[in-house]
């Protein structure tokens, strides 16, 4: 298959990408800027120059394609994300650039799209399993996620299929996790939410796996990540990763200054993955999280 993607110079795309070659797919990527069409064509990706907010030439660039993959997010990183204005691109790229996304691939003749979600847009259900059909809880830090699922679902029809992707919290090798491991090195609070509540995440090696499954799911919704893991256990091996006794929680106070943007990253969600296993065969290549997915960072920071 010819796979258009957004994103492949994020961790996510970089990972996406890879799978898709390894597994014999042509792969073009949008680029927006000369130094990220290097960066693609550096790994042996096509590049493209094209605007998520430009749709004519979002069109012209999927023409010949038969999947779209829209992996495009632009996170802040570390204390930046409670600031005014922080996600305010984020929050285009999913509200406008999906859209744009969704309606340049139905009108260039795409047959199948697939688009990043997070599985944090589910409400706070405890220590209760968490499954596809379970609520979401909209703020206004999850709206704009769910408006890009919204125009994934409306591009499906007799003639074709969306796969929306509901990805756990990336840990690994990316700028969010290295700010991280800073953090629990200098002793200072890493954890969100209640120590014993839980969290879902992924491995960013897993993501590649997961949206080449996707070319071959039926069209829905679905869970994808790691095994649920206690966030006291998330917390203990950021602290054993960089050889400190325990890492700490944030306080209560720093979460609601964060409001809604820290709030959704609270909530206790035991997420399962089993819908897409059943659904694709699809099994998490790193499936319990420990300080193992750390290490490498670790290793990366302690040669720098």
Not at 155 to 182: E, K, N, Q
Request: hydrophobic letters at 45%; one cysteine or more.
């Amino acid at each position: 298959m010819k796979v258009f993607v957004t994103g492949g110079t994020g961790v996510m795309g970089r990972s996406v990408t890879m799978a898709l070659q390894s597994a014999g797919h042509e792969v073009v990527a949008l680029a927006r800027s000369d130094e990220n069409a290097a960066t693609l064509e550096d790994r042996g990706v096509a590049s493209v120059r094209a605007s998520l907010f430009d749709r004519s030439g979002l069109v012209e660039a999927m023409r010949g394609c038969d999947v779209v993959a829209n992996l495009a997010t632009h996170m802040p990183v570390g204390t930046t994300g409670i600031r005014p204005g922080a996600w305010k691109s984020n929050d285009r790229i999913h509200v406008e650039g999906s859209r744009n996304v969704a309606e340049a691939a139905a009108a260039a003749g795409v047959g199948r799209l697939v688009q990043e979600s997070v599985s944090f847009v589910y409400a706070d259900h405890g220590d209760h399993l968490i499954d596809e059909d379970s609520p979401i809880a909209v703020s206004c830090a999850a709206e704009p996620v769910v408006l890009a699922e919204t125009h994934a679902e409306q591009f499906a029809c007799a003639h074709r299929d969306a796969v929306v992707l509901r990805f756990g919290t990336i840990v690994g090798d990316d700028a969010v996790t290295r700010w991280r491991l800073a953090r629990a090195r200098a002793g200072q609070a890493v954890g969100l939410g209640k120590p014993q509540s839980w969290t879902h995440v992924v491995h960013p090696d897993d993501i590649g796996g997961a949206v080449l499954a996707a070319l071959d799911a039926p069209s829905g919704t679905y869970n994808v990540g790691a095994d649920p893991v206690r966030r006291s256990e998330l917390v203990a091996a950021f602290a054993e990763a960089v050889g400190q006794e325990q890492a700490s929680f944030y306080r209560r106070l720093t979460l609601r200054l964060g409001g809604d943007r820290l709030e959704w990253l609270t909530r206790s969600q035991r997420v399962s993955s089993a819908r897409f296993h059943r659904a694709t065969g699809w099994k998490a290549a790193h499936p319990h999280f420990d300080a193992g997915w750390l290490m490498p960072m670790v290793i990366e920071a302690q040669s720098a």
